[in-house]
Nanobody
């Protein structure tokens, strides 16, 4: 069994910052790709990839968060972080951590991020 436990969500005003953390526990994963998806409120909103990072540190970002968000990881512990700066109301969503080791994807329970204008 693999568990992903997230922390760090909350409410902040536009322009503020939050840092999300996600730690994998249970059965040890070997070099997983880790990262974050988010799902905004409202009908028709689909889950979108925010940022991902490979075991050797390669990263990718959603265009709308580039230069504002930074993903990093502690490889020795399979912990991933998302530093979110200059937050905007459109960043409001539930953020889900994931860990991918082909062919399995594991998910966290989600953490709410609310940005008020």
């Amino acid at each position: 069994q693999v568990q992903l436990v997230e922390s760090g969500g909350g409410s902040v005003q536009a322009g503020g910052s939050l840092r999300l953390s996600c730690a994998a526990s249970g059965r040890r994963l070997s070099n997983p790709i880790m990262g974050w998806y988010r799902q905004a409120p409202g009908p028709g909103k689909q889950r979108e990839l925010v940022a991902g990072i490979t075991s050797d540190g390669r990263t990718n970002y959603l265009d709308s968060v580039k230069a504002r968000f930074t993903i990093s990881r502690d490889r020795g512990k399979n912990v991933v972080y998302l530093q979110m700066n200059n937050l905007k109301p459109e960043d409001t969503a539930v953020y889900f951590c994931y860990a991918l080791t082909d062919p399995n994807t594991y998910w966290g329970q989600g953490t709410q991020v609310t940005v008020s204008s």
